[in-house]
């Protein structure tokens, strides 16, 4: 981070009559939370809640970091409340970019969105609040909350579920929600798999993975062939498009964003961004980056995993490393002691089961859930659980990763809540004396 902010202040636009640069300006980097607030009387206020109103009377003060909180209660009533100090800007001004500090103009005004202002919502008609990092307001809004929401794909597929389970009268139970929260299908599958499936290719050898996808169901598990090569083909796709025209700094990660980006790009065969400006006497189309993006995904599949599409899967490509890197701090010998080798992973970028990867990169795990509850108001003592490693922090006890096989299978463990059931539940128990 250091080194980032050293870059900024060596190298950030400045408007004329700026003082002398010299090495570079130093950058102050400001955050509401560096201000004393009642966060930790928050959460205390929140665990005291007995209703909708003390509980969002106890989220206001929830200064730092911003956040979603979702609410429910055993009288039925569910809601939604954004929290967090968010600054009032001045005009022009974002937050995004460095801001000649030696303006007065372009100092912080001091004020927040007051928290009676902030995005809330209870008890909809429609029965179902959901809550995964899409935008919390729209544009009419009056105040700005953030630029860098999730595109809603997640919410959108969860809300579907949700709706289709409503919509022929069934209960939702613990079961179902466990199921959903485990729902891998990959939002681009439905968008881009149709052009796929259009392209003519060369050879029997080049149409081997296309061939995949006739009747992919978009789901994204461990052991599928077709995720494995959809997805090399998606960031061979975002590669093709947009290397040769964007600096590596701003190539496309794959992101919900990326994924809007593309679902429109598709819709126009001859867009300038299919061209590949290195053949300076070809002007590329649409198919014939798609045709190239699966036949480079073909040879990458071969190298990677077996000459036969039948026998590649996804989760060889996209695996979970459970590193510990305040501990190992790239010390090999430390690592040995406090991390544990990659895992097969389902689900992906996007998916409910939302187990990101940088296409920047490679199909490494770079951010997954760090745990999945469902908790039945009905009889808290159905509610269940899991934590994405364990519920030890030694390494070297039983504990540090036992839920990891439970977690990659999508399966919880029993989250008692009642002073006899968790007794029964508790094989050991941990005493902590001072």
């Not at 991390?339 to 992906?348: L, W």
């Amino acid at each position: 981070v250091s080194r980032r902010l050293s870059s900024v202040g060596a190298n950030a636009p400045a408007p004329s009559g700026a003082p002398d640069r010299g090495n570079g300006y130093a950058v102050a980097v400001s955050w509401t939370g560096s201000t004393p607030g009642r966060s930790a009387d928050a959460i205390l206020g929140i665990d005291r809640a007995t209703d909708w109103s003390t509980f969002r009377t106890a989220a206001a003060d929830l200064t730092a970091p911003a956040t979603n909180l979702v609410y429910a209660d055993r009288s039925g009533t569910i809601g939604y409340q954004a929290t967090g100090a968010v600054p009032i800007r001045r005009a022009g001004h974002t937050g995004d970019y460095p801001a000649a500090g030696w303006l007065k103009a372009d100092d912080w005004t001091g004020r927040t969105i007051p928290a009676r202002r902030l995005p809330s919502e209870t008890d909809p008609a429609s029965g179902v609040i959901v809550a995964a990092n899409q935008a919390a307001a729209g544009p009419s809004y009056p105040y700005r909350l953030a630029d860098t929401w999730d595109y809603g794909y997640r919410s959108a597929r969860i809300r579907s579920l949700l709706r289709a389970r409503i919509a022929v009268g069934s209960k939702l139970r613990v079961a179902d929600m466990t199921r959903i929260q485990a729902d891998t299908r990959n939002p681009m599958g439905p968008v881009l798999t149709p052009y796929l499936l259009d392209v003519l290719l060369p050879s029997a050898y080049s149409a081997g993975g296309q061939q995949l996808l006739a009747g992919w169901d978009y789901s994204q598990p461990a052991d599928s062939a077709a995720a494995a090569y959809f997805n090399v083909v998606w960031r061979n796709v975002l590669a093709l498009t947009f290397h040769d025209q964007l600096r590596e700094s701003l190539w496309p990660d794959g992101s919900s964003r990326w994924m809007a980006v593309m679902t429109q790009l598709l819709q126009q065969p001859d867009s300038p961004w299919w061209d590949d400006v290195t053949t300076e006497d070809t002007v590329e189309n649409r198919d014939e980056i798609l045709a190239r993006a699966m036949q480079e995904a073909r040879d990458e599949l071969v190298r990677r995993q077996a000459r036969d599409p039948a026998k590649w899967t996804w989760g060889h490509l996209h695996q979970l490393r459970l590193d510990r890197p305040a501990f190992s701090n790239g010390n090999p010998l430390v690592r040995m002691l406090f991390d544990r080798r990659g895992r097969e992973v389902a689900g992906g970028e996007g998916a409910v089961d939302a187990t990101s990867w940088d296409a920047r990169a490679d199909y490494t795990v770079t951010s997954a859930p760090a745990m999945r509850m469902v908790v039945d108001l009905g009889d808290l003592d159905r509610s269940r659980w899991v934590n994405l490693a364990g519920a030890s922090g030694h390494a070297f006890d039983g504990h540090y990763v036992d839920q990891v096989d439970l977690w990659l299978s999508g399966r919880t463990t029993a989250w008692p809540f009642t002073a006899a059931q968790v007794k029964r539940a508790s094989p050991e128990v941990l005493v902590l004396e001072p």
